[in-house]
Structures are given as structure tokens and as C-alpha cells.
């Protein structure tokens, strides 16, 4: 079945000029996003802190005695020993933080003890870097990996101790073991285990599969994550820096990942990096001294704090979001809009007194939510902000006990875009009423958020949400006058564009779709209009149910000097393919068009089948232009 659609164009009618920032994603240190995801390290609790196993003494009886006791988790005992061997967390010898984990023979009965960590995948011919900081009385001490076996002596100071090894065989459960026999106490500070192919700490795979996207910019390190992230404890030695519990997502934070370590992820990735500072527990003087560190020259305070950790040149970071979500009580500082104004100008100053050339971005909410906020917010401090930060996520069934059937959600997740464009529409006329000039928006956090939990916030994103992204990316470029960033949540694993396990990267129809906006893209948005039947589509969560939703959703960008128009256009319906005339602009030649597809409207990715939707490349050479059902295209054409 087919229906038909006519598309105008008007190359010559310049709606706006994109900001090179609609392009972007978020990357927060949430789940595993960052450690599990883009990070190397295979250990958990490498730096033993946290808490050990749950014990619960005489409520489980007077003979119960749990083996692991002492153990920071994930890590066992090897060989326990309640009468010989004690286990403790020791929170009065460390080597990073407050806290090592002790292993004290008490009587030598010939056995060897310690502590071991399983689960490590390990796969033959791979080569790995094994660091393992001890101290000890001497005693000889036992490594063992992978086939490998080193024994090192436990020095009376803390020594580090560095390995390289290639694994003999594939195993899903490799084991990391440090034991000793003589009686004593070892210490052991840190450890760590890394495939040696990483690049500064970043798998190869995924920095390769992120470059195949390249989002114009990431933001950083969050989300909740930032309104309790104190940056100078993510820098320097990465052993040394201090593990903590965040507040916001209570899962422990090793600080392996900070600043430094995210600025070369945006270098090897080609992404401009941004920041969001602290405004829950931080200060304006936490602020300025961040954004010393990361511009100032090094001959500053920070900025030659900077250059001691290796990195001579500033980083350059213009653009910057203060504080993020401050309305919600779920946020880590939370306050009042009129509150809120006053820290942001405090934060404000002091910040651009470092760097005037700053960007900088406020706290704001859709329309009129949170008592009046942007109203609030805008009358405060409008002249001193550069754009307006607007979150938005769709359906919202993630709190249900039982997920909708993913079958029920096609059509609630093709007409959300629609929702968000008139979210837009209200928020930006709400702006203009409280802002001369008006305030550019920053949509910075959007995604459809239907089934994710803690602590992983797993999302299974399908072609619905790939028409999802493409109606709503061209929502942002139908207002790129007024809308100057928009950035998809998240990058990696949680509710991510990319799927990440120990040993594969795949990618979400989603991801695929921001591919194409970001590779093929003209410097001016041109008027584009559609004539298109419409379709009903039902309420899911608190998206409620539309009598009319657009079946076809289209913009267009133009590249004058090359002459390229680029077309994105969505099909929404899930069955009929549509039949596309074009007016207003005379092609040169044959055109091309990436089309995003899969062979169902719920076709998505998965790690057995990472290639179940893809990017297929197609010819147009004349006539009506032919979109499948449930298909996201790019036609990019020479003008005559």
C-alpha cells in the first residue's frame, strides 16, 4: 500500500542558521556509562572502597560466620579461615581514600590466603596491563591471572607492581588472585586491569565507533552526577584520587574518569567538550577555579595545576552549564527559582572573571512547570545568560512495575516528536514574554524513557525511536533561529545510542539516525513544508493521544557555496511506503538517499544481531520519491 505527500522547498527562504551544537549527546556517570562502558578498566572496586558483604552478626546466629567478611565487594576470600585469617576494610592504612583492604595471617597454618576477583573476561591472544599497588612485612605475595603467575614481595612502603601478559585462552570468568602464606599482614592499595590496546584509558572499540558518529559536542559529567562532582578530586595520579559514594545515583564513584580523561575522549572522538558545574554542593570559587584549570594559561593557579598533570596547553572549554535541574527535589541541591537566579549570577561572575569569552548556559524547565521558573529565572538574570536549558523526556512509563508491551508503543513513540514540538512552541513564546531579547533555548536532555531501572537504565530502542529522533532533530532545525543546542541522552549504555558489553559495541537505530544529521548537514536551514495525510496515535504514560499526527516530518538544510540541499524526512506510518513530489527546487543529477529502515517497525540491535538495522545507501534519479514504511531518509541533492 502507498499514499502520497507533496514536499515544498524553498532553497532561497533562510529560516535560520544551525548552531554546530545541535548535534551533541550527554555522557554521565550513571550505570554503565562510563565505568562499564567507554572506560578500559575490567576491575571492580579497584580501589577497595565501599562497603564489604552484608553481615548481620547474631541475628544470623552465634556459629555464623560469613567468609568474606572484611572483603570490599566484588572481591572473595581465597582459602577463609575465621580462626587463622582476618579480612579487614582498613580504614587506618590506605593508599587512596580512606580505605585499603588488609589480609593479616594470624597463624601460619601453610595454606596460602587472600583475595581474588572473578568474572574478568579474558580472550586468547589479547594482551593486557595488570597494576597492583601492596604493602606488607616482607612476605613473598602470589599473582596469578590468566595463566600467569608473578610472585613480588609485599615491601614494608607502598610499591606499585606493573604486568604485561597476553591471555593463553578465551575465559568469561577470569580471575585476579593475590595470596601469601607467611604470617602477617599485606596490604593491598589498588589494582587495576586494563586491555593494552586502550587508548589513555578509553577503549579502542568504542572511541572507533563513536567517531562514526562524532557528536558535535558532549556534555559532561552530567545530568544528576554534576550538582555533587568536586573536579579536583579527578585529577592528578589516578591511583591516588579518592573513591566516593555520589549522592545522586548512590553508586560508588572511583574518580578514575575525570577531567582530563574526559577531554582526551572528546580529542580522540573529535567532539567539542562542555561542562556542567557543580551548583548543588559546589561553589562560585569551585567553579572559577574549574574553569581556570581548563583555560587558563599555565602560568595561573590551576591552569598550572593543568600543566603538571601533562597537559601544557589550555583546553579551551567556551561553553558551560550552571548547575542542571536545581528545580527538582530530586536534584542534589535543589532550590527555589528566585534562589536559583541569585547563585547563577554569583556563579556567573565569578566564572566569566576567569574567562569572559564564556558561554553560559542557565537552569530552565518546559513552559511554565516548577512554579513559574523560566518566568522567575528570566527576570533575574536573562541579560546574563547565553541560552536557556530545557529538559524533556517522553511516555515516562519507567516508574510502572510492568514496562507497555513494546508492540503497544510504536505509534505513542512516532507522534512524541509532535508533543515535543509544541513543548517547544509554549516554552519559546513563554521566553519572548519574559526576555528582550529572548533567550535562545538549550535542549539539552531528551529521549523517550519507557523501561529503564537502576542501576543500568537499560532502554531496547527501536525503529520508534528512530523516527522518534528524526521528527524531533527536525523539530530543532525548523527553530534553529531560536533553539541553539540540542543533545540526545545518553551516549553510552544508559538509555544509550550506543550498547556496550565487555566485548562488543552495537548501535541503536537512533544512533544511527544522528549519524546522518551530523555528516550531512548544510550552514542554513531553508523552509520546508509538507502537505501529508495525518493519523490518530493513543496516549502511553503521560504522553496523551492526538487526533492528527503528521505522517510525513521533514526539514531541510542547505550548503550554498556547494549547492547540497539536505532532506531529513520521516515516515511514520508503519505499514503504507509514501510516494514524495517534490517542488520548489530542481535537482542536478542523480541524488542520493541514507535510509534507515530495518524490515519492522520495532526492528532494533542487539549484540547477537548488531546489524539488524543499518544505513543502506540508495540512488533517486527522478520521479516521485519512494520512502518506506517506518523509515528515517536523508536525501542529500546537487541543485541545478
Partial sequence: MTYSAVLHIDPRAVIGTPHPHLYGANLEHLGRSVYGGHWAELLKSRKFAGPDRVYLGLSEGLRHQNPNFGIVEPWRAVNPDADRVLFVHDNTTFYTGTQSQRITIRRDDGWAHGIEQGGLPLRAGRAYTLRVVLMGQGQPVLVEIGGQRWTVSAAAAWTTHTWRFTAGQDDDDGTLRLTFSAGGSVWVGCASLMPADHQHGHRADVVAALKEWTPTFIRWPGGNFASAYHWQAGIGDRDRRPSYLDPAWKHWESNDVGTDEFITLCRLVGSEPILTVNMGTGTAEEAAAWVEYCNGGAETRYGAL???????????????????????????????????????????????????????????????????????????????????????????????????????????????????????????????????????????????????????????????????????????????DRIVMSAIFNLINVMGNYRVTPDAIWKTPSSLVLELFTQYRGGQAVRCAVDTPTMPTPAAGNLPAFESVPKIDAAATFDAQRRLLYVSLVNRDAEQEARITLTGAARKGAAVVYVVAGDSPLALNTESQPRAVTIEQRTWDGGDLVLGAHSFSMLVMELA
Fill in 306 to 480: 593543568r600543566a603538571a598533570n601533562d597537559h601544557p596547553e589550555p583546553f579551551a572549554v567556551k561553553t558551560w552549564f550552571v548547575g542542571n535541574e536545581q528545580f527538582g527535589n530530586w536534584q542534589v541541591g535543589h532550590c527555589d527559582a528566585e534562589t536559583y537566579a541569585r547563585r547563577y549570577l554569583a556563579f556567573a561572575g565569578a566564572m566569566r572573571a576567569v574567562d569572559a569569552t564564556l558561554r553560559l548556559i542557565a537552569v530552565g524547565v518546559p513552559e511554565a512547570l516548577y512554579g513559574h521558573w523560566n518566568e522567575l529565572v528570566l527576570r533575574a538574570a536573562a541579560p546574563h545568560m547565553d541560552a536557556l536549558s530545557v529538559h524533556y523526556y517522553s511516555i515516562r512509563t519507567e516508574l510502572w512495575d510492568v514496562p507497555p508491551p513494546a508492540e503497544t508503543l510504536y505509534l505513542p513513540k512516532v507522534a512524541a516528536a509532535h508533543e515535543v514540538a509544541l513543548m517547544l512552541d509554549k516554552t519559546l513564546a513563554l521566553v519572548a514574554q519574559h526576555a528582550q531579547p529572548p533567550v535562545p533555548l538549550a535542549f539539552d536532555e531528551w529521549n523517550t524513557y519507557v523501561a529503564g531501572k537502576a542501576p543500568d537504565f537499560f532502554e531496547d530502542y527501536s525503529m520508534a525511536d528512530a523516527l522518534y529522533t528524526g521528527a524531533l532533530m527536525n523539530a530543532c532545525l525548523q527553530r534553529c
